[in-house]
């Protein structure tokens, strides 16, 4: 299975916001809502951001949204806080597999 | 609450073999979907395997089919992951994650790990 396309790294500073995108294919991100994000501590376990594009589980902060348009996933994050800096990866139902692929993994620096 | 706790790790030889365990609470864990997932050092994320709620359906990544095997016991709340003909680029940190359904492709819950390295 070939990885969803994410840039490496992406910055902002305290407040602003940011956008990460994750591009795909009809086989992936495109041909379904099962889109989902990660955010990753140095060390520590992935833990749940969005899921089904854009669905934020209780716990995550307002501040991060999810959307799709065609076979390009986004993850927005507003009000940047210093605890944001973190990896993030991106994941989505391929039927090519009838399994999982996920992004290469974005580095979210905070300046 | 949800704890995963993975175990089982190590050192193994490359064509060596090696089981992974996930002991799940905190959930009806055979009510759920779950999934091992990994990382190699340095790396990003890769999704390994899937097995359904009552172990009737099974998938797997390209990488490792013909040579993993994902299972579970229900009436231990386990997971496990058999790992033969490793390689050494199946060197990574192996996650279990819970899938919050019968299956939704995504992971609600993940354990903190355990390391694997394939090396002579």
């Known amino acids: 299975q070939s990885a969803l396309t994410q840039p490496a790294s992406v910055s902002g500073s305290p407040g602003q916001s940011i956008t990460i995108s994750c591009t795909g294919t009809?086989?992936?991100?495109?041909?379904?809502?099962?889109v989902s994000w990660y955010q990753q501590h140095p060390g520590k376990a992935p833990k749940l951001m969005i899921y089904d594009v854009s669905n934020r589980p209780s716990g995550v902060s307002n501040r991060f949204s999810g959307s799709k348009s065609g076979n390009t996933a986004s993850l927005t994050i507003s009000g940047l806080q210093a605890e944001d800096e973190a990896d993030y990866y991106c994941?989505?139902?391929?039927?090519?597999?009838?399994?999982?692929?996920f992004g290469g993994g974005t580095k979210l620096t905070v300046l | 609450q949800v704890q995963l706790v993975e175990s089982g790790g190590g050192v193994v030889q490359p064509g060596g073999s090696l089981r992974l365990s996930c002991a799940a609470s905190g959930f009806t864990f055979s009510s759920y979907g779950m999934h091992w997932v990994r990382q190699a050092p340095g790396k990003g994320l890769e999704w390994v395997a899937f097995?359904?709620?009552?172990?009737?359906?099974?998938y797997y990544a390209d990488s490792v089919k013909g040579r993993f095997t994902i299972s579970r016991d229900n009436s231990k709340n386990t997971l496990y992951l058999q790992m033969n003909s490793l390689r050494a680029e199946d060197t990574a940190v192996y996650y279990c994650?819970?899938?919050?359904?019968?299956?939704?492709?995504?992971?609600?819950?993940w354990g903190q790990g355990t390391l694997v390295t394939v090396s002579s």
């Open positions: 009809s086989s992936d991100v495109g041909g379904y809502n099962y």
């Open positions: 097995i359904r709620y009552d172990g009737s359906n099974k």
């Open positions: 994941s989505s139902y391929t039927s090519s597999s009838t399994g999982v692929v």
């Open positions: 994650a819970k899938d919050p359904g019968m299956i939704r492709y995504y992971f609600d819950y």
